[in-house]
């Protein structure tokens, strides 16, 4: 009887020694985020402003080491604003917070905190965006409501971590990585001593049917695979992409030959329209893989640094040479054969045609269909006015519909 008592003193010993990932700070942190008061978080806007200070607020509660230029958090940095980068120039601030261990290498964790303020500059997916607010809970929100819960565990943790830790808001993700590419310009760090950087973009709506969680940059390290692997569960189900270059924040720091991995529970019909509110979060998921991301990192921290491998990143020729769109948005996290539709745009051919989210697309004129590189190829073949047969699977239904260019 002894010996069991003491067992579990033990056990409730070590539990307290680790700070768990709180649930209702998750809720708390996008419901602040997100909130109609910001304004959207358009970069350098006065709401973005407000969502810096309040993130300055969280790291000052966990006593982090400001990173930023001099001694404060922030790193001012300029930036190009309007339509495709066309616009008036400005100046916006990513907020820098380090966790010192005393230990020879660091870990990165970035999120942005921008969004698209009141849908102004060209990257909204609403049919008559401006002047709505665009919240962006799920982008990004919940990422930097990650960033603040793992920046809250391992400043909290009793056992302490073999590596630093360097804890990243960057804003200007939204009108082209502006943030993260002036940090590696401009490092307040020696980036030789970085082991891994960690990105967090959209990691607030993990479905709970097919808890899948898409992983990139998987390819930038050997290891990655390999302890990916061991993580995933049938409670969340990783699928990994090795390209280190994608358009996220961990773009930057891979082309500074540095391992990446970007966390995302995958696209929705929300997706940079108004309608991206707190209230849709899943709250639990992003807990899940907040747990996920601890798991690994205390799983690689007896492990000297990683070594990194460049990839073979997907070709964007296609993408370049697109005379036409649908107005659909991809699943990256389907294993289907075919292109999932996540979401749909209002006003565009799809909608127009009858593509509803859920569809499977398997066939664009004679172009069949087995994944996004295939879609992409295949809009290349055709221009405006064209009117196309286009096939998809609607649950066991495989139906036709005419799509007008």
């Not at 690689?300 to 659909?328: C, E, H, I, Q, Y």
Request: hydrophobic content about 35%; glycine content about 10%; proline content about 4%.
């Amino acid at each position: 009887m002894k010996s069991h008592w003491f067992s579990l003193g033990l056990l409730f010993f070590a539990f307290n020694c680790s700070a768990q990932i709180d649930e209702a700070k998750i809720r708390h942190h996008i419901k602040t985020l997100a909130s109609d008061s910001l304004n959207g978080r358009g970069t350098g806007s006065e709401g973005e402003r407000m969502a810096a200070a309040y993130i300055e607020g969280q790291f000052k509660k966990l006593k982090l080491e400001p990173k930023g230029e001099g001694k404060n958090y922030k790193q001012p940095f300029p930036f190009k604003g309007g339509v495709h980068g066309a616009g008036a120039e400005g100046t916006a601030n990513n907020l820098v917070a380090y966790l010192d261990n005393h230990a020879a290498q660091t870990i990165i964790i970035g999120a942005h905190y921008d969004h698209l303020g009141l849908g102004e500059n060209g990257s909204s997916l609403d049919a008559n965006p401006q002047g709505k607010i665009h919240n962006g809970a799920d982008d990004n929100a919940s990422g930097v409501a990650g960033l603040i819960e793992l920046a809250r565990h391992f400043a909290k943790n009793k056992t302490k971590e073999k590596y630093n830790f360097l804890f990243i808001a960057f804003s200007g993700e939204e009108l082209g990585l502006f943030g993260s590419k002036y940090f590696t310009e401009h490092p307040t760090i020696d980036l030789s001593t970085v082991n891994y950087m960690i990105n967090l973009d959209m990691v607030g709506r993990l479905d709970p049917v097919t808890k899948a969680l898409a992983v990139s940059g998987t390819g930038t390290s050997p290891v990655w695979e390999n302890e990916l692997k061991k993580l995933s569960t049938d409670e969340l189900k990783i699928k990994t992409d090795s390209a280190g270059v994608g358009p996220s924040d961990h773009t930057s720091f891979y082309l500074k030959n540095i391992p990446v991995l970007h966390f995302f529970t995958g696209s929705h019909s929300d997706y940079h329209k108004p309608s991206d509110d707190w209230q849709k979060i899943n709250y639990k998921g992003e807990k899940a893989v907040l747990e996920l991301i601890v798991k690994l990192v205390e799983d690689l921290d007896s492990t000297p640094k990683l070594a990194f491998l460049t990839t073979k990143n997907k070709s964007t020729t296609s993408s370049r040479s697109f005379k036409v769109t649908m107005g659909v948005m991809p699943s990256y996290t389907s294993s289907e054969e075919g292109l999932k539709v996540d979401g749909v745009t209002d006003g565009k051919p799809a909608q127009k045609a009858g593509i509803v989210t859920g569809d499977l697309i398997v066939q664009i004129g004679d172009y069949p269909i087995k994944d996004i590189q295939a879609y992409m190829e295949a809009l290349g073949k055709f221009k405006k006015g064209d009117v196309v047969p286009v096939k998809v699977k609607r649950n066991s239904e495989t139906i036709s519909v005419n799509v007008t260019f």
